[in-house]
């Protein structure tokens, strides 16, 4: 059973690296080693290496270019662009000073798991601070845990808050932003993110995800109030379908949406390496996608994006994807 409690002010104190100039940066990468201190059971797939993986990918000399940042630590009100107050509030109430605790039968708090959340909190509203503000083109936050299956009053499927939401309306709130497009690539769909901007026009969410697969959401009869664009796939399904289903349906409606930021929920277990799911995307894939949303993004929105790390556990093609996206960023 899905533990049921998860806004306000997003004031972020950042230790962050200083910038020789104030040129325009071309990829941004936030991260934080706190990320590794969210700790979960043995044996579970979305586990402190995944951090190692990627930072490990990231040290190749592709990309020694990468402005890099630390995450701050935002306020945990930041949480309620998604959430209401009194989830918040009951998470933090629960949250373990040693051990742990079971919030549903795949999500569980270890004693860092709450600064791990408040760091990506940090994250992403930073990201979006540094790419609306004109002082990255964009963005990628190497963060964990994921967010995509966070519900407004619901934890579930290793998630705890949305940040792909918090981004958004971070962005809305604090910058004017009207619109923002979520693109979820995430082998998972994102039921979390679905059911938070059903009902909200100026908030976008497309995904290609497996069905059927956990969580049974996103069927494409699903489309809120004409803002959500669902693209189910077949397990063995590979880059082929997945450039179809933009070409034919996440692209266009994307453009006549016409997004000034778009977020990027970075999902990389679609990866035909990955335990989790039954899609045969490779590193070249995520390579395409990325730099479709960014062409798009550049129509739009000024070429304004922020990336967001969701899913991916095999450590070898979440590395290959994670850097065939950020090279794709970088490239923008």
Known sequence: MAFQLGIPGASA???????????????????????RDHLVTPGHP??????????????????????????????????TLAHPEAFVEALDRVRPREGMVR??????????TWEALLRALGASTLAVDEVVGGRARNAFCAMRPPGHHAEQTTAMGFCFFNFAVVAARH????????????????????NGTQAIVWDDPS??????????LFPGTGARSETGVGNIVNCPMRGGDGGDKFREAFDDAILPSLRTFSPDLIVISAGFDAHARDP???????????????????????ETA????????????????LAQSTAAHVRALMRG
């Open 203 to 212: 908030i976008m969410y497309a995904s290609t995800h497996q069905m059927p």
């Open 276 to 298: 989790l799911g039954g899609l045969m995307l490779r590193d070249t894939d995520y390579a395409w996608m990325t730099q479709e949303l960014m062409g798009v993004a550049d």
């Open 13 to 35: 104190i950042l230790t962050m690296a200083t910038h020789a100039s104030e040129s325009i940066m071309s990829t941004l990468y936030v991260t934080h080693p706190a990320f």
């Open 171 to 190: 962005a809305q709130k604090a910058h004017g932003v009207e619109k923002v497009a979520i693109v979820d690539f995430d082998v998972h769909h994102g």
């Open 302 to 317: 000024g070429g304004r994006v922020v990336s967001i790390l969701e899913g991916g556990y095999d450590l070898t093609g």
């Open 103 to 112: 919030i549903d039968g795949d999500t569980t708090m270890s004693p860092g």
């Open 46 to 79: 979305e586990r402190p290496e995944r951090m190692r993986a990627v930072e490990q990918a990231m040290e190749a000399e592709a990309f020694q270019a990468l402005a890099r940042v630390e995450a701050p630590l935002a306020e945990a009100a930041v949480a």
